[in-house]
């Protein structure tokens, strides 16, 4: 069984300064994908920024990178230089390579609120 | 069209009627899947088709709930007897391959379910 757990229900950061949301896992697949998906209040599902449980080194995307520790079995995302436009919710989530599990299994999710 | 598609955007019954809820994914993408978000929670998986295999019904609820894709394309996912709880958001998502872990699911913008 995987599981995902983000800790922070909901925090603020002021605009132009670099956040940083937790992310903690569990799974005993051996390898595996992380996923990090924003949702702004209007719904929508927007794709991040991805780690494989192999890759070398941590995932870079413009503003959002990922602080991955795999002994800690932690992945958590950094946003830098925070923008009016990223409020919103953001999930981690990850997927189990063994056995062709392809579902993505979901945290509860952080609230972002970037004030001026 | 260049994303996922979703109808209808929201939807709104009485208890025990039954429900269709479509889903046109990305052209090409041979993966699909069902997800279910209840009011400030995290995604539920529901359902996973994936070219012409046999899909992963593991996360369906109940016996009210079915989906088909037909043709390897459109999806359907159909509620018999509707119930309360079932009142959500239900998010479709596709990708360009089931097996290939790196690849995001792309999702739609929903469709949001109220049950009277």
């Known amino acids: 069984a995987q599981k995902i757990t983000q800790t922070q229900p909901g925090m603020f950061v002021q605009e132009k300064e670099a956040v940083t949301l937790d992310c903690t896992y569990d799974?005993?697949?051996?390898?595996?994908?992380l996923f990090w998906y924003k949702q702004p209040s209007s719904g929508e599902m927007i794709f991040l920024i991805y780690q494989g449980s192999y890759d070398q080194q941590n995932a870079t995307e413009g503003r959002y990178s990922l602080n991955f520790q795999k002994a800690r079995k932690s992945a958590n995302l950094v946003i830098s230089a925070s923008q009016l436009g990223d409020s919103a919710m953001y999930f981690c989530a990850m997927r189990g390579f063994k056995a062709a599990v392809n579902k993505l299994t979901f945290g509860g999710g952080t609230r972002v609120l970037v004030k001026p | 069209g260049a994303g996922v598609s979703q109808s209808p955007s929201n939807k709104v019954t009485e208890k025990g009627k039954d429900v269709e809820l479509r889903c046109d994914p990305i052209s090409g993408h041979t993966a699909l899947y069902w997800y279910r978000q209840s009011l400030g929670q995290g995604l539920e998986f529901l359902i996973y088709?994936?070219?012409?295999?046999?899909?992963?019904k593991s996360g369906l609820p109940s016996d009210r709930f079915s989906a088909e894709r037909t043709g390897g394309s459109v999806s359907t996912l159909t509620i018999q007897r509707t119930q309360q709880e079932d009142s959500a958001v239900y998010l479709c998502a596709s990708s360009s391959t089931g097996g290939a872990g790196n690849q995001p699911q792309h999702f739609g913008d929903g469709t949001r379910l109220s049950i009277l």
């Open positions: 088709f994936q070219g012409n295999s046999a899909p992963d």
């Open positions: 799974t005993s697949d051996p390898s595996y994908g």
